[in-house]
């Protein structure tokens, strides 16, 4: 599907950006101009270019004196781990660091040739993600530029990315684009999996341990479920299966949640209010599934 004028966004302070190349040598003449549009920029603060360490390498040898004004960071270092974590890791950073108004420039080409390029599945996270910041930063002025490497993002990830990216001709509205990846059905729970009517954490860290999970990580996965369960209000039955570091536990709940950023958003502070548990719960687990029909709501959490 490709956009139409109806699907034009809104303008807004975030400025979001795609570069795609095939060789060091593109990928340099890309990010320079971007670079050297951030160090121009009177008052904003020192842009950040988040790369391969090789790919750093070539920006630091190709920055010459301004090398010193850049921040460099390993990609390896800032993409540890889901989709909203990368989400978190964006917004402290921009906490710390941005101008005002959030004005920043940053470079960012996650790893594609690691997790986030692995799976169709892991695809799915990291092209919601960049759909969604296009939300969850809507109000801030910073800048980013999302580097694609054809050489290890390959073709299918490139196309998918360019719908959420708003300098491409195929952007699509977030919203839209990501109730389309929610579309899909998911998998059938295997015949094996535990049914619950009455969930309880005891209930729910007995059977992580059962599976496998070492009592810490047991203990993480019981209050992410308990986390969501609180959020989404009363759950009616909860099933529990899988083998660690994979164990999942799927909510059913009279209560849609029809919100596409739920469970994004960063709290203002630490301390997480009722109904903030889908960002924790995000944070901890690998994967989080919300898929809403007539009747409510069904809500997949997989842990590792």
């Not at 593109?26 to 020192?46: K, R």
Request: with cysteine.
């Amino acid at each position: 599907m490709t956009s139409t004028p109806h699907d034009v966004p809104t303008p807004t302070p975030f400025d979001h950006r795609m570069a795609v190349y095939g060789t060091d040598d593109a990928f340099v003449a890309a990010a320079l101009p971007f670079l050297a549009e951030a160090l121009g920029a009177p008052g904003e603060p020192p842009p950040v270019a988040i790369a391969a360490p090789d790919k750093l390498d070539l920006l630091h040898d190709a920055l010459g004196a301004d090398a010193k004004d850049v921040v460099l960071v390993p990609h390896t270092e800032w993409y540890t781990g889901s989709a909203a974590n990368a989400v978190a890791q964006g917004a402290g950073y921009l906490a710390a660091h941005a101008g005002p108004g959030g004005r920043i420039h940053l470079l960012m080409e996650p790893v594609w040739n690691g997790r986030a390029g692995r799976s169709a599945r892991e695809t799915t996270e990291w092209i919601r993600y960049e759909a969604l910041a296009n939300l969850l930063f809507a109000p801030l002025a910073a800048t980013a530029l999302c580097a694609y490497d054809t050489r290890t993002a390959g073709t299918a990830i490139i196309e998918a990315a360019r719908r959420a990216h708003p300098d491409t001709a195929v952007y699509e509205d977030p919203v839209r684009l990501t109730a389309e990846l929610d579309a899909a059905p998911l998998p059938l729970p295997p015949a094996d999996a535990e049914l619950h009517t009455h969930l309880s954490a005891d209930t729910v860290r007995r059977g992580a341990v059962a599976r496998g999970l070492e009592p810490a990580d047991a203990e993480l996965f019981t209050e992410a479920v308990t986390a969501t369960a609180a959020a989404l209000g009363p759950v009616s039955g909860a099933l529990l299966w899988g083998e660690a570091p994979a164990c999942v536990c799927e909510l059913r709940t009279s209560r849609r949640v029809d919100d596409p950023l739920a469970g994004f958003v960063p709290p203002p502070t630490p301390e997480l209010e009722p109904g903030q548990g889908l960002w924790f719960t995000r944070q901890v687990c690998t994967y989080v599934d919300i898929r809403d029909d007539g009747s409510g709501a069904t809500v997949r959490l997989q842990y590792g």
